[in-house]
């Protein structure tokens, strides 16, 4: 009877035990998947020690704010500093803090963020972006770590983040650029890079980097605009590094004309206020409400573009060859065909019917724009496949049977044979946005 008791009472223990672990599980999983919750809010307004600031790069005077040892750390300005660093007029134009109660906020956002709507109005941060020619290396970035507390903390494998921050072109800007970027980051540094003159690009992490979803060129110099996206966390991911992660080659630019009422000096360079960066979990992209506003068509903002061109066949031809001849064009993030594309599926439609031992392959490509972007448009992940099903499809509407096509997605790893030297990105991304044909032997 005793030995029956002393079981029973370890199995009440026990039970306690696996309760309060599983107690403790839930509510440090409470949240995700399931509705949203904050996971990051930095204002640019809590400094480690007071704080005047008087110089550029003394964004480490900021708490919880870290580095990258490549990049060249950005700036900070504050209502409590005078002159070149503080708020209204300063070095690089005119602006003030974005306060919580001016922000268009969801509800849901107000109780995320900001339930009193007190929050900012004290300072935000300044990078630059873009500087061209011998200057280019001349980049600076911010790089803010997650934490709860003083407790640091890392995202989780295969949660999706809502992730936005507020953006406004200084006056002293000569130039207005894309590439307003977003890269998280499994490290940073604790300390400033010993030799500025060392610093440059950070390069981009493919599948770690984002871009608000147009990736538009920012030109507003008065007032805020938001930078939003979707990312899906690789897992580990401890920072969240905000920058131009390209190489000028692969930024656009646009020259800017100076304000009538600015009193500040242009200088040869994209200047951007940041402000307000914010993170939170998300079951998907409708609870991102920045997003959802902002991704009406993501194809036709992007590029509009469709290359074309016609075959050149002769008599001296096999049919093998002919076939290999015909390629279909695609529009950014589509996989509906053109007329001259139909035109080329019946032409092999034709020549199928007509030898029944012909079994082709359909290869389909995309371009690496929409591979970058498709951690945050679902719509946009793999675009090769996408285009060659759907040529598959069309092929089995008219008859050919399925044994006789085999779909291979190439991706963005191949590109295009039809390429010059001279053409700029978007030929080139147009170019690539294919499904070619060929006879399997």
């Not at 809010?41 to 708490?63: G, H, R, W, Y």
């Not at 591979?371 to 092929?395: G, W």
């Amino acid at each position: 009877m005793k030995f029956s008791s002393t079981l029973f009472k370890l199995s009440i223990v026990l039970s306690l035990i696996i309760l309060q672990g599983f107690s403790l599980n839930a509510q440090q999983r409470k949240g995700k998947g399931d509705k949203t919750k904050a996971f990051l809010n930095f204002t640019f307004e809590v400094f480690k020690d007071e704080a005047t600031i008087s110089e550029p790069m003394q964004i480490s005077l900021l708490k919880d704010v870290k580095f990258h040892p490549k990049g060249i750390p950005a700036d900070i300005f504050n209502k409590n500093s005078e002159g070149d660093f503080g708020i209204g007029q300063n070095l690089y134009g005119k602006e003030d803090p974005i306060t919580a109660s001016f922000e268009r906020l969801t509800e849901g956002d107000k109780n995320l963020f900001d339930k009193d709507l007190a929050g900012g109005g004290d300072g935000f941060a300044g990078i630059v972006v873009y500087k061209p020619g011998k200057l280019a290396k001349e980049r600076s970035y911010i790089t803010i770590p997650f934490k709860t507390g003083k407790d640091n903390i890392t995202m989780t494998k295969g949660m999706k983040y809502c992730v936005e921050f507020s953006i406004s072109l200084a006056e002293s800007s000569k130039y207005a650029s894309n590439n307003i970027q977003m890269l998280f980051d499994t490290q940073y540094d604790d300390e400033a890079p010993d030799n500025i003159d060392d610093c440059g690009l950070i390069t981009r992490q493919v599948g770690r980097t984002l871009s608000n979803y147009k990736n538009k060129i920012y030109s507003g110099f008065y007032g805020w605009e938001k930078v939003c996206a979707m990312y899906e966390a690789k897992g580990g991911e401890t920072c969240i590094i905000i920058g131009n992660f390209e190489t000028n080659d692969e930024t656009k630019v646009e020259v800017q004309k100076k304000p009538k009422d600015s009193e500040t000096e242009v200088l040869p360079h994209a200047y951007y206020f940041i402000d307000n960066v914010r993170i939170k979990e998300v079951a998907n992209k409708e609870e991102c409400n920045c997003y959802a506003s902002d991704t009406v068509n993501i194809a036709d903002s992007y590029s509009t573009l469709i290359f074309d061109k016609t075959p050149i066949l002769n008599d001296k031809m096999t049919i093998d060859q002919k076939i290999q001849a015909q390629v279909a064009y695609f529009g950014f993030g589509k996989k509906s065909y053109t007329p001259s594309g139909k035109e080329a599926f019946n032409f092999i439609i034709a020549a199928m019917k007509k030898d029944p031992k012909i079994r082709i392959n359909i290869i389909g490509h995309n371009d690496e724009k929409e591979d970058e972007l498709s951690d945050q448009n679902p719509e946009l992940v793999n675009m090769a496949r996408q285009r060659a099903d759907a040529i598959k499809s069309y092929f089995e509407r008219e008859g050919i049977s399925e044994d006789r096509l085999v779909v291979v997605p190439n991706g963005a790893k191949v590109n295009s044979i039809e390429i010059q030297s001279d053409d700029d990105n978007e030929v080139r991304d147009a170019k690539n946005r294919r499904v070619m044909f060929e006879v399997i032997k």
